[in-house]
């Protein structure tokens, strides 16, 4: 049985956002004075490429079989993943931190109930995942 192709493009999507922000951690992290700087905040794009990979593998391990797909399953794995990624993204971006309930500078509750939502929608996705591989009947060996 192989994973369902819609999930195996999303897991690596997650790890292609995982190894472009690497890079961006990267030359944010060369001095101001360097042509190869990038604005950004290493710690915050170092969180998202950590997200992105570990969204990726986890997305990747649990793909259900091609034969148990479900759109529901996938369209509630990609909102979540494009959610939680895009308010790690802005972080990174602008140094909001999406953890801050009350922020005078507005935008910061959005940030945060992104970040939450996307979180939520994702382990959501995933607990289904687990369960649709823990009912699946075992595989038959080929003769």
């Known amino acids: 049985m192989s994973a369902d192709r819609a999930f195996v493009r999303l897991a690596l999507a997650c790890l292609a ?3 472009l922000s690497s890079v961006w951690e990267f030359v944010a ?3 101001p004075s360097s042509p190869w700087h990038l604005a950004g905040y290493p710690v915050a794009v170092a969180r998202l490429s950590m997200h992105a990979f570990v969204t990726g593998l986890v997305t990747l391990g649990l793909a259900p ?3 148990q797909a479900r759109r529901a399953l996938l369209a ?3 909102i979540g993943a494009a959610l939680a990624l895009g308010a ?3 972080t990174a971006a602008t140094a909001w931190r999406g953890v801050v ?8 509750l959005a940030l945060l109930t992104a970040r939450v ?6 382990l959501s996705a995933f607990a289904w995942a687990l369960r649709l ?3 699946a009947p075992p595989p038959t060996p080929a003769a």
């Open 17 to 19: 956002v995982g190894a």
């Open 29 to 31: 992290l060369q001095p």
């Open 65 to 67: 079989p091609a034969s």
């Open 76 to 78: 509630l794995a990609a």
């Open 88 to 90: 790690h993204a802005l």
């Open 101 to 108: 309930i009350h922020d005078a500078r507005g935008g910061s």
């Open 117 to 122: 939502l996307g979180g939520a929608l994702q």
């Open 133 to 135: 591989r823990w009912s």
